[in-house]
């Protein structure tokens, strides 16, 4: 991009992330008084999204998405939230831990949290100019953020891959996507966007464990065990999926409803349905989990004494916020669809309430772990050594703390000796193993069928591991000793899932040493200037001046990095998607056609240049609205005519298929070929292009 674009698109990126900022900070300031440290944060973090997701939903809604209109919204709601009046002070009900820190325990508990930032850090700054490589990425999200930026509108149900349904997925971690990439039209930040709330969930967890009356220790180092299971650590930092906003969302959630739970106030009420809406937009096993959770609060409220009438109010309340911050995607799937569900169908004891064509691609890759219940050698030979590797010691230390804790309560309680919180201790057990339950029996979870793969959607069973973590913190709160036994295992397990699990950093080369340099001075600096936060004089000029010298670095800082990025971005790919972006960068329709292979290069989102300035689509036919592969001739001119394209890319890569009929059936049409792979074929549309 030119300078000017670049300008421009900082100027309105900063503007709108300024005002997001504003917004989170007007809210919490005078509707939150009663909370301060990590639960502070975590509100701070939950209004920012909830900003941002209003400021890009609400002109996508109206289908006028601009990188203008966001910021325009932005202000709008800035001004809007300074109408919030200021609630009053509340007492403070935290209760007192039952053991004390001691310095072994905080220096174990803080080493496990440089180990763990060291570690991401090397692999941010090591992939900081490198384009995303993963299915999801190239395949859908970005791409369905491209598709929103071209049309403003979030009216459409965009899929790129036959077979498959991921464009009626829950969308609000995508909406973080677009907030990165929308003021300029390129993705050079995209892979950042979810980063803050990678880190958001770890302070959630540690909130959460403090709320129940952790020590410090025990919150710091159960909430970096959390983070430290590759299975959230590859989707935040090297895979550019948005698991990290429905993690913190449920997080989130879990903080304020305990906060509710303890003070009755409806502010806090708010707060958790806003939080755990976060979660239920974002992903679809966010979906059950939010149900779960929803679930097990109104009933322990009622054995609580809560009284039905309380429960039903408050619950139709938090169902409300839970759907206004992400029910929307539900309301686009079945205006696009018919059913909110898509593609499962809905039919309840043999009533279709909501219909959906047959799926034989979960039929024969979408097992689940349940199904493998009665197979000793399925779990010793693959599943156990793949959950392994995808949680890795932090997992199955939180899973054994889970299941100790739940016991250790039960026995309180049935002997009569019940423990302060332990009301709130058993519900969050038993909706962890809820939540395992349901990611046992979902689809998807075990791979093939007879053939089981289970790490890369081992995440789908995380949310119980969050829950899990601050009642690790609880449980090692009851005994003297607790505190730095548990600081211990986690320091252990941490460096176990960063330097055993994990070919540190993930894989990756080591950044070079002018990447750490940079590193190393901006968090000098932001150090420095926190300390003297207090001896600054704040005085407009100075103020203005620290803006302005903050801005220039930030700016210039943006620009080495989207030159670098872009001088490399997907040159290596593949040679046919090297030749689309150089050849083909704008001012094209492109038609991606073939079969799709899950592994390798993705020439989807390429095509669409490096400013998304070229139309794509699948050359394919709907299926009510699921996108099929032609089986004929004539389909396929019907979807190459329908689409209009005037570069064709056919991958060739299935090996049982050696014969792609999509290749001759777009030479038949005319169509020419100009560049070729060992994977893919690039044809061009006869007569002028």
């Not at 024969?364 to 493998?372: D, E, F, K, Q």
Request: glycine share 10%; proline share 8%; charged share 10%.
């Amino acid at each position: 991009m030119t300078a000017a674009e670049y300008v421009t698109g900082f100027a309105l990126f900063t503007l709108s992330s300024c005002a997001f900022a504003g917004a989170a900070w007007i809210v919490v300031q005078r509707r939150l008084p009663g909370i301060s440290g990590a639960a502070r944060l975590v509100a701070l973090g939950q209004m920012f999204a909830v900003a941002l997701l209003i400021c890009h939903i609400v002109p996508a809604m109206l289908g006028v998405m601009t990188r203008w209109t966001v910021p325009a919204a932005s202000i709008l709601l800035l001004a809007a939230c300074t109408r919030f009046p200021q609630n009053g002070p509340e007492p403070d009900r935290q209760p007192a831990s039952t053991a004390a820190d001691s310095r072994p325990a905080m220096v174990a508990a803080v080493l496990a949290a440089v180990v763990a930032g060291v570690c991401v850090s090397a692999a941010v700054i090591g992939l900081i100019v490198t384009e995303p490589t993963s299915i999801d990425a190239l395949s859908f999200h970005l791409p369905g953020v491209a598709s929103w930026i071209q049309t403003g509108s979030i009216w459409q149900i965009d899929v790129f891959l036959p077979g498959v349904s991921p464009g009626h997925y829950p969308m609000n971690g995508d909406m973080l996507l677009a907030w990165a990439i929308l003021p300029w039209r390129s993705d050079f930040l995209s892979h950042l966007a979810q980063l803050p709330f990678y880190a958001l969930t770890a302070v959630a967890a540690g909130a959460i464990a403090r709320e129940l009356g952790a020590p410090r220790s025990a919150s710091i180092v159960t909430g970096t065990m959390l983070v430290a299971m590759p299975s959230l650590v590859l989707p935040a930092v090297v895979l550019e999926q948005v698991d990290p906003l429905a993690m913190f969302g449920i997080g989130a959630g879990l903080l304020f409803l305990i906060r509710e739970w303890r003070t009755g106030l409806g502010r806090y009420l708010a707060m958790a349905g806003l939080g755990l809406g976060l979660a239920f937009g974002t992903k679809w096993y966010a979906v059950s989990a939010v149900a779960i959770i929803l679930a097990v609060w109104a009933i322990a409220r009622l054995i609580d004494g809560a009284g039905l009438r309380k429960v039903i109010a408050r619950g139709s309340a938090l169902v409300a916020l839970v759907l206004a911050a992400g029910g929307v995607w539900l309301l686009r799937n079945l205006v696009e669809s018919g059913n909110p569900f898509y593609p499962v169908k809905l039919a309840p004891f043999g009533i279709t309430i909501f219909d959906a064509p047959p799926d034989p691609i979960r039929d024969t890759v979408g097992a689940t772990i349940a199904s493998y219940g009665g197979n000793p050698a399925a779990w010793t030979g693959h599943i156990l050594p793949q959950w392994w590797i995808a949680l890795a010691l932090p997992g199955f230390v939180l899973a054994l703390g889970l299941v100790a804790t739940t016991v250790f309560v039960l026995a309180k309680r049935l002997g009569r000796g019940a423990l302060p919180d332990s009301a709130l201790i058993l519900a969050g057990g038993v909706a962890a193993l809820l939540i395992l339950l349901a990611y046992s029996i979902t689809p998807y979870t075990a791979g093939p069928i007879g053939s089981p793969a289970v790490g890369a959607d081992a995440r789908y069973g995380t949310p119980a591991l969050l829950i899990a973590a601050p009642m690790c913190a609880w449980l090692a709160a009851r005994y003297a000793r607790g505190p730095v036994v548990l600081a211990v295992i986690g320091l252990v397990a941490t460096v176990q899932a960063f330097l055993g699990s994990l070919t540190f950093p993930f894989g990756l080369p080591l950044p070079d040493v002018r990447d750490w340099v940079i590193a190393v001075v901006a968090l000098a600096t932001a150090t420095a200037l926190w300390r003297l936060r207090d001896r600054l004089p704040l005085r407009p000029i100075t103020i203005v001046a620290g803006i302005a010298v903050l801005a220039v670095l930030a700016g210039g800082g943006g620009w080495v990095l989207q030159k670098r990025f872009a001088a490399q971005r997907y040159v290596a790919q593949d040679p046919a998607v090297n030749w689309l972006v150089h050849v083909a960068p704008a001012g094209h329709s492109i038609g991606i056609a073939g079969p799709w292979v899950p592994q390798g290069a993705s020439p989807i989102l390429p095509a669409f240049g490096p400013r998304f300035e070229n139309h794509v689509g699948y050359v394919g036919l709907l299926d009510q609205s699921t996108l099929r592969r032609p089986t004929d001739s004539a389909g396929f001119d019907a979807a190459v005519k329908a689409g209009r394209y005037d570069l064709l890319v056919v991958d060739r890569s299935i090996p049982a298929e050696p014969s792609v009929p999509e290749e001759g059936w777009a030479k038949d049409l005319g169509y020419k070929p100009v560049f070729e792979s060992g994977r893919f074929l690039v044809l061009e549309a006869p007569g002028p292009a």
